[in-house]
């Protein structure tokens, strides 16, 4: 959004055309509207891809339960808790566990999972997106993450990007999954932003419907066929900004 403002009307007057270039230059200015308070981003595909290790661990559990997990499958439990993930796998495979069997699961995964992670490097941030935030806080724009994943420090630290963001709000302090906004609102309120002036980038479903239920804008980061509530969808970072993002 660009906000134009004229100093001094005379200028478009004929007797003073000589000077009406170099005028204008000078008293038009340009900038950006301080509408946003704050961007609250997911973490997984959209500051990093760590979605084949998380369908790696999930599958490997599955074979080992006597059934297999495609990639198809495991779409569906993008932007939800473990347990949440975990209860789906066993419903595909038509598997009952008791209660103390899924926690042992659960936590046999995410030892799989984290076990995969520790490859990351910094370079397997995604393209454009610490051009972004540099962006951001440039801009006196604040930062933070709203992600179910209670790994989400580790991941940012493995990828050297935990000071980007003023709070982590993650799956170690939700007590509720997207697409209910308690995420989103609780990283507002960390951040002391009104959610009608927060913007959310988010590349799961449900993570969209979390972000407007918030009353916040939502960005979807991927396919428009998926991320159908969306405000905007874009495929990434690259060439993306913030005079970009104002002029949604």
């Not at 074979?63 to 209860?87: A, H, P, V």
């Not at 899924?102 to 030892?111: D, E, F, P, S």
């Not at 610490?130 to 962006?135: I, M, N, T, V, W």
């Amino acid at each position: 959004m660009l906000h134009v403002e004229r100093m001094e009307k005379s200028v478009f007057q004929p007797w003073r055309s000589k000077l009406l270039f170099f005028t204008i230059l000078q008293d038009i200015k340009f900038e950006i509207m301080p509408s946003i308070q704050a961007c609250l981003f997911d973490l997984d595909g959209v500051i990093v891809d760590t979605a084949q290790f998380h369908y790696i661990a999930w599958r490997e559990m599955a074979q080992d339960l006597g059934f297999d997990l495609t990639r198809e499958e495991n779409e569906r439990l993008k932007g939800i808790s473990r347990m949440e993930s975990l209860e789906i796998v066993l419903s595909i495979g038509g598997v009952q566990l008791s209660e103390d069997e899924k926690l042992r699961r659960a936590a046999a995964k995410n030892a799989r999972y984290l076990e995969l992670c520790m490859q990351m490097t910094p370079e397997d941030a995604l393209p454009g997106v610490r051009h972004f935030l540099d962006e951001l806080k440039q801009n006196g724009i604040r930062s933070g993450l709203g992600s179910a994943s209670k790994n989400a420090r580790v991941i940012l630290e493995r990828i050297d990007m935990l000071h980007y963001f003023d709070t982590i709000v993650d799956g170690n302090r939700i007590t509720k999954g997207k697409p209910d906004p308690q995420v989103f609102l609780m990283g507002a309120a960390d951040l002391n932003a009104d959610p009608a002036h927060c913007v959310v980038f988010e590349d799961a479903l449900a993570g969209i419907q979390s972000a407007k239920a918030a009353g916040m804008l939502a960005v979807g980061i991927g396919e428009a066929s998926v991320l159908t509530e969306a405000d905007i969808v874009v495929p990434g970072f690259q060439n993306f900004g913030l005079l970009q993002l104002e002029n949604i």
